[in-house]
């Protein structure tokens, strides 16, 4: 018997032991799991297949080790490796923030020190601006507007004055807010960190990537538009008027959101903002975590898409903080490209998406599946977060003093709307870019209200500052792909201005009017959609143009704040005329009234670009529809024919320049230097 039991007991420890030679084994491969690849495989599919992802790459490391790699194509038949380039947007500012941080390892920047102390040419036309601080531009609170669009998004090309031109922007700005009061998404506080590392290192920042991240980690993908690499290994990107791939995308503010890179070499890099390796001190990668969206106005919920730290987006990415895990998230979004990155400091785990086409939401939610998948398998945890799922709410009486909450809500982004609460209910129109519809919002309890389908519920903060904000908590769903949740501040209520009828009349007249750009260089993005983006949304029984105040015929001054989701930036309006023509400034860009361009007739056999650069536009009437165009224009200049629903079907930077039959009710713009000549042939 006890012969019996001892054979037992070896037989129970030599399979005891293959089993943890196998585990360990396998931990040490590092081999992804059927179900693992399976379930990135499908994701994958789906998002080329029915999200307009033209591709998608993806990678997951653990402990230095690779455990996921891989891609995905649409019909294009594009070949997609581990070593494709992707630009990856604003998960760039994560490049800089290291940087910053590193410089702070150094001993050569103190986050809190005045930011004039290190750019001493910095000015805005508002005095508080000598209050940011570099914490306040990696955590969002700096106050400033948001974004110098200007020469910033172009083809193949690069703004080598783009910190000039930023500069140059804010001189012009007043601040939305105190700093350090308020986040709200700023994209210009991420160049002036870009100009703060040069400033400190000496070198330009593509040396600093490269010298401090990039040749320490062997990075041979990760680079800036100033790095010289061959354009073909980027990956192909596309917009619907165009069959063929589109030129390179280059993002002149390269901190903010310039640089290429792949899905394995983020996750490498993902391991520096751990604190994993000596590049950059525990103690920084620690406090780049920190809860900072606590320090300011902001919904009090952690489990967030947005929860700021130093640099990320959220420090609670959802759903990891349902498990008591934290991660960390950085998305980043060009007009071609999306990204998406996520880091589990405590588990040494980083996992990248990076698509073309699409969305760094979508990205965001493939991430989240496969992470949750793998740390399933590790056990980590012990089931993967299902999807939620809403009912229809169930409508209670609601309080009389909920109707204190009436008024006139509106966002930078001109999405205004009158909230008017009757019987417990309200409408609501879309949010988050029409991913979550318009529908009607019940009162359900606890001062909140949901949307039909139960997904969304809006509240009112009044906040510190005495204004009220629209609060919006949102579960976003995309079938195959995943869930992610959101919670923001959507607009801000103030008060309606009651116009005089000189001014009244004077922004009754550009109600549905066009504005086409002037000062863009000719490798611009922005002249394949070349108006502003959408209509101006004028409110005149209100007195508002997307979130300004009209204050006279020609002016309208910000008064919006924290809106985070929609339109986040915000600018002031100026109308002026000159030689019957009228122009509008906002941001640092400048825009004509597409209604007073003049005709392009038979005579007109060239055009000149004037002193100030200003694009030239021109109207296709009756004695120029439907006849063939070609230009002779100078070298590095660029024309572009538009049809009647504003719609670019040709573009010289895009498509070459070859001939084109202009179309009825159309226009053309022709875009280069000051005196760059254009000789046009009609036939």
């Known amino acids: 018997m006890k012969r019996k039991i001892l054979i037992i007991l070896i037989a129970i420890i030599i399979i005891t032991s293959l089993i943890c030679v196998l585990y360990t084994q396998r931990k040490q491969n590092r081999l992804p799991s059927a179900q693992l690849q399976s379930t990135a495989n499908e994701i994958a599919d789906t998002l080329v297949s029915q999200y307009d992802v033209a591709s998608v790459q993806y990678a997951l490391i653990d402990n230095s080790k690779f455990i996921l790699s891989g891609s995905k194509s649409g019909s294009d038949g594009e070949t997609i490796t581990k070593d494709t380039m992707y630009g990856i947007g604003s998960v760039s500012k994560m490049y800089v923030s290291a940087a910053s941080m590193m410089l702070v390892d150094r001993g050569l920047l103190d986050l809190d020190e005045p930011l004039v102390t290190y750019i001493p040419e910095f000015e805005m036309a508002d005095q508080r601006y000598k209050q940011i601080t570099p914490r306040m531009l990696l955590n969002h609170s ?70 401090n991240i990039s040749q320490p980690l062997e990075l041979k993908s990760t680079k800036t538009p100033l790095d010289e690499f061959d354009r073909t290994d980027l990956a192909k990107t596309y917009m619907p008027m165009y069959k063929e791939a589109l030129p390179t995308d280059t993002i002149s503010a390269i901190g903010a959101g310039g640089i290429y890179s792949t899905a394995e070499e983020m996750c490498r890099f993902g391991e520096v903002l751990m604190g994993k390796n000596s590049l950059l001190s525990k103690k920084s990668a620690k406090a780049m975590l920190n809860e900072e969206y606590k320090n300011g106005i902001w919904p009090e919920v952690d489990e967030n898409f947005i929860s700021y730290g130093l640099g990320w987006d959220s420090v609670h990415i959802y759903p990891l903080a349902g498990f008591n895990i934290q991660g960390a998230f950085k998305g980043g979004d060009t007009n071609l490209y999306h990204s998406a990155m996520i880091v589990v400091p405590k588990h040494n785990i980083a996992v990248a998406v990076n698509s073309s086409g699409g969305s760094s939401i979508y990205d965001i939610m493939f991430a989240t599946q496969i992470l949750q998948e793998w740390m399933k398998e590790e056990g980590i945890i012990k089931e993967i977060q299902p999807d939620k799922t809403f009912t229809p709410p169930v409508k209670v009486d609601m309080p009389a003093d909920m109707q204190q909450y009436n008024g006139f809500y509106t966002a930078s982004s001109g999405d205004s709307k009158t909230i008017e609460i009757k019987d417990g209910e309200f409408l609501m129109p879309s949010l988050l870019g029409g991913l979550v519809p318009e529908q009607k919002f019940v009162y359900v309890d606890d001062n909140l209200f949901k949307s039909e389908d139960g997904s969304t519920t809006v509240s009112f903060d009044q906040q510190k500052n005495e204004n009220t904000y629209m609060k919006v908590s949102a579960y976003l769903t995309l079938p195959g792909v995943g869930q992610t949740y959101f919670a923001f501040y959507d607009s801000q209520r103030v008060k309606s201005i009651s116009l005089d009828t000189a001014v009244s009349q004077a922004w009754e007249k550009r109600i549905g009017k066009d504005y086409l750009i002037l000062t863009e260089k000719p490798s611009s993005q922005y002249f394949l959609i070349p108006l502003l983006p959408g209509k101006l949304m004028i409110d005149l029984e209100n007195g508002y143009v997307s979130g300004a105040k009209i204050i006279d015929e020609n002016n309208a001054v910000n008064m919006v704040q924290i809106p985070v989701m929609n339109g986040r930036d915000t600018t002031d309006y100026k109308f002026f005329k000159e030689n019957n023509m009228e122009y509008l400034q906002m941001y640092n860009m400048t825009f004509v009234n597409k209604a007073d361009i003049p005709p392009m007739n038979s005579d007109v056999t060239t055009t000149t670009i004037p002193e100030n650069g200003y694009a030239r536009w021109y109207q296709i009437n009756e004695n120029s529809a439907d006849k063939i165009v070609t230009v002779k224009m100078p070298q590095n200049a660029a024309f572009a024919v538009y049809d009647e629903n504003n719609t670019c079907i040709s573009c010289s930077t895009v498509n070459g320049n070859g001939p084109v039959k202009l179309p009825a009710n159309g226009y053309i713009g022709f875009f280069g230097n000051a005196s760059d000549t254009f000789s046009i042939i009609l036939r």
Do not use: W
């Open 142 to 211: 700096s106050g400033i507007s948001g974004t110098s669009f200007g020469n910033t998004f172009l083809f193949d090309d690069f703004n080598t004055e783009i910190h000039k031109d930023v500069l140059a922007s804010l001189q012009t700005q007043n601040l939305k807010a105190d700093p350090g009061e308020i986040a709200v998404y700023c994209n210009d506080g991420f160049t002036l960190l870009e100009i703060l590392v040069e400033r400190l290192s000496g070198m330009t920042f593509t040396e600093f990537i490269n010298q």
